[in-house]
Structures are given as structure tokens and as C-alpha cells.
């Protein structure tokens, strides 16, 4: 089997060294294939961190096992871990974080262990990056959460879950509050759990989550989240048990899959073959195991194990009476200790699985609609305006514009309402939300709403629109606080 490797940036080089040597020495049946991405790809000219030919490599391998990169500051690019990630929609983020002896932390000094596995959606959320700065005062960043797109990556959570017999998997959301984006997500979260009743479900709100992960850890054990939820929570967990240099990484799609180290390039030891290579050879093992290669896994996971039991660490962990070993050293370690049994969390070796690499070879993007239950019909618009006036003088001049079709309902600002009612001690900026609705509830159509506009737009700059939709006799659309 052929892979595709992809080195880093900063300590990216010397970690990937360390854990292939380590591959080389279990004598995994694999052969790498490195393909150039990161900021020095960047800084050559490539806007998206990574040459055309790497980029048909991965699609043509199928797996990528990549270091951290970083993303240049200032330049307007996109983070390439990112652009990665939505370009192969490895829609399923999942991390594992586990107790490890040898890696004190205030958890494993009170005894309590720790095995939480958090799935978190990879692709949608704020982390479309889709942002405006519609006045010089505003910006605005749009959030995508889709049905299908939920839908994926819970499926995935649950069938991982069934697979491990996990004992509890939980939707951690803002749904409290996000009604309608983190709503479909638990609304998704729902349905899909009706379809396992042998797991245990259910939902928390992500701040009460964080709480009860440090008050609390051993009680949880699957959680899926949306994307920038689920990146906090997971640092997060990373922290329960040692920090980012332990927490493995894989991004899994239908097609393509990355395993990864989710910490940083550290320049300032780069070079210096100090850094610590667990996070990514716990990521690499995670790879293995989704090859088919159980047996490599198991062993290089039970050297480390062993390796980290007997006191042996790098200079970022472990007991100061103890000298750090250099990253050459902590790696030859674990390749001494192959076919030793750690005293805790041992893993099982079984015969490494006869894995045909399946090719795709697609001709054209999926497109991901789910079926149209419910009818839908549009009620009005919001108009986002640029104004400094106080809301009487923008309501005055709006009403003028409704005609026979449109009548003013709210004026809202930073999503408070401000008119009819509201409170001279709310502060303004200059983006109101103008929300007209049809006169008697009927349906309107599109050429209406631009006739509103193009009415409205002589007395104001519009810097946006949406749509005010009725679906299954429900409002698809938020109201304002206060509303």
C-alpha cells in the first residue's frame, strides 16, 4: 500500500522522520509517496499551500499522513490544514484522548481515567471562512450548518460508537441559543439515534460540557459537535491528559482520510531534535488501524506504552529527576521495546487484515440534497442597511417603501430589536436589520423582494438581503431579542 506523506513545517520534518523510522522498523507494509504542502509551498506562490502534484497525489492515494504546517500570517491565504480538510470533505474529525502512564496530569494523580473520543464536524460552521466587512465598523461572518452535512457526520459517530461498544455518545451544542443552525444539528442528532436505541444518547449544552469535562471527565465518553464547538472542546480534552503533544488526529471521509498531529510547528526548537513525536505516531497508529494493519499497530502502540511507563520522555513532559531523551532517542526507545506488554491499557495483537486499497475515480462533485418534505413558501426579507440615524427616523423612511405588498415589522440591531418597541440604553452601530413581511401572511415571490429593494435602496445602502421563509408552516428564520 502507498501513501502519501507530507513532513511540515517547523518540528514537522524531524517528528515524521522519528515515527517513520519507527513504521520502517515494525516493518509496516506501506510505501510513502511525499508530496510538497505548507507555508513554504506558500511562500513559493501557491495560494492554497500545496503544488497541483500533491494534490493529485492524495486524491489518487487516498490516505495523506501529514505534520503540522503553518499558514502564513497577513498574506490573505487560507490555513492549508483547513483547505485540506474541505477539499477531500473529510467530514468526521476524530480525536481520542486517553490516559497515558507516564504523563502525569491532575487526573491520573486523583486516579480518575479518562477515554473520551470526540467526533467533530469538519467542514461546515464559521470555518467556511465566508466573512464581510459590510461597513467600516461591521463584520460579519456567515455559518453554514447543513442537514446532510450533520447528518454524515453523526452517522459516522454512531457507527464508530456501536463498532468500539461505547457505553454513551452525546451531542454537545449551543441550541439554546442558535435555534435554527445548532437546532438542525441536534434535530439531525435525534433522528439519527432512533436508529441505534442500543446506545445510550443524549445532549448537552457545549458550556455546561466544558464544565463538566474538568469537573467531571470520566463520564463522557463519545461527544459529537459542530466544527469551531468541537475544536475548542477537543483542546480542551487535549489539556485533560497531557496537551496537544498527546492528542492523535484523523480526518476521515468517504474518500480520502488525513492523519495528523494537531499541535503547532514550534520553530523555536526546530532543528534542534527535542521535540516530541507521540501525537503524531498516535495519529500514525490510528492510520494503521484504518488500513487494516492491527498487528503493527498494536505492537508500536504497546511499545509506547511500555516506553512511557518506564519514565522515558522527551524534555516537554515527565519527571524532572528523569534527563528528557532528544527525539532520535525516544523513538530508537520505542523501537527497543517492540513485544513488550505495558502494565496498563495493553492492546490486544491480532493478525493484520488482507486490505485491498480501493480506488475511486470520480467524474463529477456529489451533490448532497436531502428530500423536500415540507412546502416552503417566502414571507418577507430582512434588509441589512448602513445608517447612523436612530431607529424612528429609519422606520419613518422604510415605511414608505412597503406599498401594497410589504409592511414593517422589527428594526434590530447586532440582532436586538430597537423598533417598534426597545431601550434608549441598547447601543447602535450603523448596520440596521430592516424585517418586512407580506401584508396578510400570503406568499411573495422573488420579483417582489427586488422591487423592495431597488424601492428602498434611494434612501439607504444595502449591504445584504435574506429571504424570510415559511416551511411546513414553521419560520425558517430567527426572530430578534426582544422581538
Not at 112 to 130: A, F, H, K, L
Request: aromatic share 8%.
Amino acid at each position: 500500500m502507498k501513501i502519501a506523506v507530507a513532513k511540515g513545517d517547523g518540528i514537522g520534518p524531524e517528528i515524521m522522520d522519528a515515527v517513520l523510522t519507527i513504521f520502517e522498523a515494525n516493518q509496516v507494509p506501506i510505501e510513502y509517496e511525499v508530496v510538497d504542502m505548507g507555508k513554504w509551498v506558500f511562500d513559493k506562490g501557491f495560494s492554497n499551500g500545496m503544488t497541483p502534484e500533491a494534490q493529485h497525489a492524495i486524491e489518487e492515494l487516498g490516505i495523506l499522513f501529514k505534520g503540522p504546517m503553518e499558514t502564513p500570517k497577513g498574506k490573505g491565504v487560507k490555513s492549508v490544514n483547513v483547505t485540506a480538510r474541505k477539499t477531500w470533505n473529510t467530514y468526521a474529525n476524530k480525536r481520542v484522548f486517553q490516559s497515558l502512564h507516564g504523563v502525569d496530569t491532575v487526573f491520573s494523580k486523583a486516579g480518575i481515567p479518562i477515554d473520551i473520543t470526540i467526533v467533530r464536524e469538519n467542514i461546515e460552521d464559521t470555518y467556511g471562512g465566508i466573512e464581510h466587512m459590510p461597513t467600516h465598523d461591521v463584520a460579519l461572518s456567515r455559518r453554514f450548518i447543513t442537514r446532510p452535512g450533520s447528518l454524515q457526520v453523526i452517522k459516522y459517530a454512531f457507527e464508530m460508537a456501536k463498532k468500539n461498544g461505547s457505553r454513551r455518545i452525546t451531542c454537545g451544542h449551543k441550541a439554546n441559543i442558535m435555534k435554527l443552525t445548532d437546532g438542525l444539528f441536534l434535530e439531525c442528532f435525534q433522528e439519527v439515534a432512533k436508529e441505534y436505541p442500543e446506545l445510550r444518547s443524549d445532549d448537552i449544552i457545549v458550556d455546561d460540557l466544558a464544565m463538566k469535562l474538568v469537573v467531571r471527565p470520566q463520564d463522557f465518553d463519545v461527544v459529537v459537535l459542530t466544527n469551531l464547538q468541537g475544536d475548542i472542546i477537543s483542546d480542551l480534552c487535549a489539556g485533560l491528559v497531557g496537551g496537544l503533544g498527546f492528542a492523535p488526529s484523523a480526518n476521515i471521509g468517504d474518500h480520502i482520510a488525513i492523519f495528523e498531529a494537531v499541535h503547532g510547528t514550534a520553530p523555536d526548537i526546530a532543528g534542534k531534535n527535542i521535540a516530541n513525536p507521540t501525537a503524531l505516531l498516535l495519529s500514525g497508529i490510528t492510520m494503521l488501524r484504518h488500513l487494516g494493519f492491527m498487528k503493527n499497530a498494536a505492537v508500536i502502540e504497546n511499545a509506547l506504552l511500555y516506553t512511557l511507563e518506564q519514565g522515558i520522555h522527551t524534555g516537554d513532559f515527565g519527571s524532572k529527576s528523569i534527563p528528557g531523551k532528544n527525539t532520535t532517542e525516544f523513538s530508537q526507545a520505542i523501537i527497543s521495546n517492540f513485544g513488550k506488554t505495558p502494565e496498563h491499557g495493553a492492546k490486544p495483537v491480532i493478525p493484520n487484515m488482507d486490505v485491498t486499497p480501493t480506488v475511486f475515480k470520480l467524474d463529477h462533485n456529489q451533490m448532497m440534497v436531502s428530500e423536500e418534505t415540507k412546502k416552503e413558501f417566502i414571507v418577507g426579507v430582512d434588509m441589512f442597511i448602513e445608517c447612523s440615524e436612530q431607529p424612528e427616523y429609519i422606520a419613518k423612511k422604510c415605511q414608505r417603501h412597503g406599498g401594497v405588498k410589504f409592511n414593517l415589522v422589527n428594526i434590530s440591531n447586532r440582532g436586538t430589536q430597537v423598533w417598534p418597541t426597545g431601550s434608549v440604553y441598547t447601543n447602535l452601530v450603523n448596520l440596521y436589520n430592516v424585517r418586512f413581511e407580506s401584508l396578510d401572511g400570503s406568499p411573495l415571490h422573488q420579483q417582489d423582494v427586488l422591487g423592495l429593494y431597488v424601492s428602498l435602496s434611494g434612501d439607504f445602502k444595502i449591504c445584504s438581503s435574506e429571504l424570510l421563509n415559511m416551511s411546513g408552516g414553521k419560520r425558517a428564520y430567527s426572530l430578534a431579542q426582544g422581538q
